[in-house]
């Protein structure tokens, strides 16, 4: 059953996204949320999420409820990493663009502060607060 459609048979008034999360939590509690694609939609639409591209490939950043953070090149994630004691946490990825063109992706996000640094071959192409 698609979610929005179960949010609103949980008695969910969906007029806008806290609306939704309201439904959602209401699934989750009881119990109408068993797979786990869904609940990784669900992990996902509570997310904090920061889209960003570089040439022709489209990467999503997810800050998960849980203090993790996922980086998804394409829709596939690629790297995740929990949250720990230390700081930044840090994830990256190689990617080749072109015939034997690599670009390595790092991202690096410290939680104390909400900074979020985002790189490419070195080379900073967002820095934020997140």
Request: net charge neutral; hydrophobic share 40%.
């Amino acid at each position: 059953m698609p979610i929005l459609v179960a949010a609103t048979k949980a008695g969910a008034k969906v007029n806008n996204k806290s609306d939704l999360f309201g439904g959602l939590s209401k699934l989750i509690l009881m119990g109408l949320l068993q797979s786990e694609k869904q609940k990784l939609l669900l992990e996902r639409a509570l997310s904090k999420h920061l889209e960003f591209s570089h040439r022709h490939k489209t990467f999503d950043l997810y800050l998960t409820d849980d203090g993790a953070i996922e980086l998804y090149l394409d829709n596939c994630l690629r790297k995740r990493r929990g949250k720990g004691e230390l700081e930044p946490q840090y994830v990256w990825t190689n990617v080749e663009l072109e015939w034997e063109e690599h670009h390595y992706i790092e991202v690096k996000y410290w939680a104390s502060s909400g900074a979020l640094k985002i790189t490419v071959n070195g080379d900073s192409i967002v820095d934020t607060t997140f």
